[in-house]
């Protein structure tokens, strides 16, 4: 057996010139790697000759090291004992922070989605919460998802004996307790170290389906592994230019059981979240920013991570996919009755009405209004009616509340998605944040179920709501914050002082 290797023998490789780094305990040659690493060379040279771990974990899939370096560049286990620890200074700002942790209040205070957000963005690092929370451009259309609700009101009913009411329904045929499902979010160790399994975990315990994401923090296999049997998971697909790679990532989903592929279609090019690259998740200084591959490192951890997305995928490209998968195939991201129709026509199971919770195309409008849109027009032109069994329809983005659901699944929605709240709920509170965000939808439901007279989800009809001003922006089209910051206030004639 060879010895192990020491901290003292790695802590001479700490150049550009010779790279090593460790990472859960084993130790990587990375020299020659340094100028490919999509998220530039000197986040790396930060922690040359060190244990890397730490800054590597939240942002890699588990193994993404060994995938992309040759067998040859790993060096084997370091003997731990001998590591020093990197010190992480803890800076006057994080004790603040770690004290706000401390002052969580219990979750029994914990009223609705909202407040998980409120306890987030005070407990979260910085970092994180910039990354979780930001959105494109003016983030017009982020809070655009959320105020698109509020132009549809209810129509209930009275008098049918709500004294039960059951919302359990079917997604592509797979049973779950509530028209709602955990949708994609990347890079869950940033707010937790259990990422994504917090999710998993929390999906099993309610009987909701989780959609297992192409950049999770925690290995898609570790996922699958932390579900119980008969647990239904989906897969969001994001197509990388090589072909082989995808094709490898959607016949493993498949033979792991997944149920559905949501193929990512609004991100050709990941948009511009200025929150997130205020941050710089690099420490690249301004002149190393544009890297020899092209990607500028300047734009967030999201921007570097993303760079093997195809720009190139076409409705050309759906025929391979059914040629290599069985799974239902959706396609997240739509935004027109046009490309809702094309892909009814291409056979496929349903669409994700989707901006991407507004971090895409600023000025895109909401899921919910496309929906209104989608469900007119292809019942004109097709004959479908909504909710569908072979066509069904999802929405995403904005959603806080069991109303908005409701008013979605009214509108002719199979489910909605929902993703920031659970993010902000185990980013505070881990597992039992999650548990308690599904608890208080699941109380929402009964209550507004009750409320509007429906007994199930089948009775929840267009007829009880009023979508008429959805696709009125003047209503309540969001304020530009940073205009408005910057704009000068005009002033009146004043008195001359005295
Ligand atoms: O919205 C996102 O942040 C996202 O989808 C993404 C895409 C690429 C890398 C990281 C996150």
Request: hydrophobic content about 40%; aromatic content about 8%.
């Given at each position: 057996?060879?010895?192990?290797?020491?901290?003292?023998?790695?802590?001479?490789?700490?150049?550009r010139?010779?790279?090593?780094?460790?990472?859960?305990?084993?130790?990587?040659?990375?020299?020659?790697?340094?100028?490919?690493?999509?998220g530039?060379?000197?986040?790396?040279?930060?922690?040359?000759?060190?244990?890397?771990?730490?800054?590597?974990?939240?942002?890699?899939?588990?193994?993404?090291?060994t995938?992309?370096l040759?067998n040859?560049?790993?060096?084997?286990?370091v003997?731990?004992?001998?590591?020093?620890k990197?010190?992480?200074?803890?800076t006057g700002?994080?004790?603040?922070?770690l004290?706000r942790v401390?002052?969580?209040?219990p979750?029994?205070?914990?009223?609705?989605?909202h407040?998980?957000?409120?306890?987030?963005?005070?407990?979260?690092?910085?970092?994180?919460?910039?990354?979780y929370?930001?959105?494109?451009d003016?983030e017009?259309?982020?809070?655009?998802?959320h105020?698109?609700?509020?132009?549809?009101?209810?129509?209930p009913?009275?008098?049918?004996?709500?004294?039960?009411v059951?919302f359990s329904?079917y997604?592509?045929?797979h049973?779950?307790?509530?028209p709602?499902?955990?949708?994609?979010?990347?890079?869950?160790?940033?707010?937790?170290?259990?990422?994504?399994?917090?999710l998993?975990?929390?999906?099993?315990k309610?009987?909701?389906?989780q959609m297992?994401?192409t950049?999770?923090s925690?290995a898609?296999?570790?996922?699958?592994d932390?579900?119980?049997?008969?647990?239904?998971?989906?897969?969001?697909?994001?197509?990388?230019?090589?072909?082989?790679?995808?094709?490898?990532?959607?016949?493993?989903?498949?033979?792991?059981?997944?149920?559905?592929?949501?193929?990512?279609?609004?991100?050709?090019?990941?948009?511009?979240r200025?929150?997130?690259?205020?941050?710089?998740?690099t420490?690249?200084?301004?002149?190393?920013?544009?890297?020899?591959?092209?990607?500028?490192?300047?734009?967030?951890?999201?921007?570097?991570?993303?760079?093997?997305?195809?720009?190139?995928?076409?409705?050309?490209?759906?025929?391979?996919?059914?040629s290599?998968t069985?799974?239902?195939?959706?396609?997240?991201?739509?935004?027109?009755w046009?490309?809702?129709?094309?892909a009814?026509?291409?056979?496929?199971?349903?669409?994700?009405?989707?901006?991407?919770?507004?971090?895409?195309?600023?000025?895109?409008?909401?899921?919910?209004?496309?929906?209104?849109?989608?469900?007119?027009?292809?019942?004109?032109?097709?004959?479908?009616?909504?909710?569908?069994?072979?066509?069904?329809?999802?929405?995403?983005?904005?959603?806080?509340?069991?109303?908005?659901?409701i008013?979605?699944?009214?509108?002719?929605?199979?489910a909605v998605?929902?993703?920031?709240?659970f993010?902000?709920?185990?980013?505070?509170?881990?597992?039992?944040?999650?548990?308690?965000?599904?608890?208080?939808?699941?109380?929402?439901?009964?209550?507004?179920?009750?409320?509007?007279?429906?007994?199930?989800v089948?009775?929840?009809?267009?007829?009880?709501v009023?979508?008429?001003?959805?696709?009125?922006?003047?209503?309540?089209?969001?304020?530009d914050e940073?205009?408005?910051?910057?704009?000068?206030?005009?002033?009146?004639?004043?008195?001359?002082?005295t």
């Amino acid at each position: 057996m060879t010895p192990l290797l020491t901290g003292q023998e790695v802590a001479k490789h700490n150049t550009r010139e010779s790279c090593w780094i460790i990472i859960h305990g084993d130790v990587y040659d990375v020299t020659e790697f340094l100028d490919d690493h999509p998220g530039g060379s000197k986040i790396i040279l930060k922690y040359a000759g060190k244990d890397a771990t730490a800054e590597y974990e939240p942002i890699h899939p588990p193994d993404a090291i060994t995938t992309n370096l040759p067998n040859e560049k790993h060096l084997g286990p370091v003997d731990q004992s001998t590591v020093r620890k990197v010190k992480v200074e803890v800076t006057g700002e994080e004790k603040a922070r770690l004290k706000r942790v401390e002052a969580r209040p219990p979750l029994s205070e914990i009223l609705n989605l909202h407040d998980f957000e409120a306890i987030a963005r005070q407990v979260m690092p910085e970092k994180a919460w910039a990354y979780y929370s930001s959105a494109a451009d003016d983030e017009i259309t982020n809070r655009e998802n959320h105020a698109a609700y509020h132009r549809i009101w209810f129509r209930p009913r009275v008098l049918r004996d709500v004294t039960t009411v059951d919302f359990s329904t079917y997604i592509l045929g797979h049973p779950t307790t509530m028209p709602i499902y955990i949708t994609a979010t990347a890079l869950g160790k940033l707010g937790h170290p259990d990422g994504e399994l917090n999710l998993t975990k929390a999906a099993a315990k309610h009987g909701v389906i989780q959609m297992i994401p192409t950049l999770a923090s925690c290995a898609f296999d570790e996922i699958v592994d932390a579900s119980r049997p008969g647990q239904v998971q989906f897969y969001q697909l994001y197509v990388n230019k090589d072909r082989n790679i995808t094709k490898r990532l959607v016949q493993h989903a498949e033979a792991r059981g997944i149920k559905g592929l949501f193929i990512t279609v609004d991100a050709p090019q990941l948009g511009r979240r200025e929150k997130d690259m205020r941050m710089k998740f690099t420490d690249d200084e301004p002149d190393a920013q544009k890297g020899d591959a092209g990607v500028d490192r300047s734009q967030g951890a999201a921007r570097a991570i993303s760079s093997f997305i195809d720009p190139g995928l076409s409705w050309k490209d759906l025929d391979w996919f059914k040629s290599i998968t069985k799974m239902p195939l959706i396609l997240k991201g739509v935004q027109c009755w046009e490309d809702a129709l094309e892909a009814y026509d291409r056979g496929l199971a349903g669409v994700v009405l989707s901006n991407h919770g507004g971090r895409q195309l600023d000025f895109a409008r909401s899921g919910i209004e496309v929906l209104v849109e989608v469900t007119r027009e292809l019942k004109a032109k097709r004959g479908l009616s909504f909710p569908n069994e072979q066509f069904q329809l999802f929405v995403d983005g904005g959603v806080r509340r069991a109303t908005d659901v409701i008013k979605a699944i009214a509108l002719g929605a199979t489910a909605v998605g929902i993703g920031r709240p659970f993010l902000y709920a185990f980013s505070s509170y881990g597992y039992e944040g999650v548990d308690h965000a599904l608890n208080i939808l699941h109380d929402e439901f009964t209550m507004n179920m009750r409320l509007i007279g429906a007994r199930n989800v089948k009775e929840i009809v267009p007829e009880m709501v009023d979508a008429s001003n959805i696709g009125c922006h003047i209503a309540s089209v969001p304020g530009d914050e940073l205009y408005n910051s910057n704009y000068v206030d005009m002033q009146n004639a004043r008195l001359r002082e005295t």
